[in-house]
């Protein structure tokens, strides 16, 4: 059953009879005992309402218009039952709108006014149950979210399990929704589109964004725990819920211009995801695309690119699959601004390895193909202050074949003898080793059998003819092997 069908049958129900809850006697409040509330006519409900739109102006003049209709002295005296169904449609749309916009200031007293003047005037805790639930939902651990869910019709209704908090007025608790979202998934989709409606009509509103980041990880972390049994099919149901609104918090970017936290949350709720559980590759490459796409649009989002790429590191870091960037993700990544410094931040603060690889197999392509000295250059840039400032220890293989790579594609190359495809690598010819010596294992030197610790701190000779070690830069051995091989090889 649809809303607009609950509420014409809730019409047609009260024109037959007046329902206990609208009898004089029990007067519904929201700011006054059930024997206080009787005793209060009509007239002071609509002077506080009018006095309270009022104040609620000063916070955001967005509220002004409703001084038009809902908080109209035109109200005064209203009969709801006397509207006609394209009326009664009119009124939802407003009062969705007034509550949509008033939710950011559930805890403000003005808004508890507010309330009271629309429970009043227009019953709107039996004909708009809906938007009234949505208005209060991320505050569910309130008292007064409590309050408003006794004050509901929620017979017939998907609330119904709500029933025990009418009757008690006991707290609805984040442990209780959780479990309750696992049990019935169009509970998790209601929050998503609570989000996803707020955000698409630019309701900036971090207590909401709070609440549905939470509730997401939450999920995720009971989900994937021994604590609860869940069947595979369950957990694909949640996640197909889930993965569209996600999404759509990185793909919204360039279309609306407000919310940036919304896109911040939807990189920690990933991020939590990742960590837990195993995606398939076209969920991760979608992640990755849209990720790096996210801030290119907007010169406000550019503070959030390293939100962004902390994102796309933690995601090759917890996601077997993820060995590469999907096509076209790592052009996008290279407009973000300062993105070697970026990244070397990073890596100083996170496991970076998987990343850092799929960053040097990318830079290899690109010097490879670079159609000019100035595309050479730009690259060069790049991976030289990755490769200066990184210890590359965990990552001297790839850069070895990366560097053999550019030596087999440079003219003549098959015909150098192996001693000089050695030394092009920094590695001297191959000797005969006796069984006794010991080889010492490393990335770089693996084959040679050469003390890596002497090549990583090579040495000068000063004025006086004494030899002294080079600390810096961090990885001089790759210092004469990029610029003079490349060189050659353009």
Known sequence: MSILDQQLKSIRTSRKHVPDYLAPKQLPSLLFEATEAKDIDDNTIFEIGINAIKNLIQFDKYFKKFQKDLFHESKRGFDRLRLSEKENLELNMLIKDFLDHLSQFFMFETAHQCLEYLIRIFKINHFNTEELVAFGFP??????????????????????????????????????????????????????????????????????????TNVLIEIFTLLFSNDIKVSQDSINTILTTIIPYLTFGLNYAPNFHSNDEFQVATFMVIMKLSSLTQLSIEVTNTFIILITKWSLNQEKLKTKQTDALRCVIFLFQTQNSLLDFPKGSFDNLLKFDKLAKSIVKLNSQTHTQKCIHAILKEMCSRILSAQSSQELDENMNFLEEIVYNIDMTKHAETFANFLIKIYNEMPNSKSKPESEVNFQLGRSPSKSRSPSQKRKPTLLFEESGMDIESQIKPKQTDSSGTTQNIENPKNPIFAPLLRPTLSQSC
């Open 139 to 212: 505050f569910h651990q309130t008292k007064v979210f409590s309050r408003i869910i006794q004050l509901c019709n929620l017979e017939d209704s998907r609330w119904e399990f709500f029933a025990p908090i009418q009757k008690e007025g006991a707290i609805f608790d984040r442990n209780s929704l959780v479990n309750r979202c696992i049990k019935t998934p169009w509970l998790i989709n209601y929050i998503c589109e609570l989000v996803k409606e707020r955000v698409e009509n630019g309701i900036s509103f971090p207590v909401l964004v709070s609440f549905y």
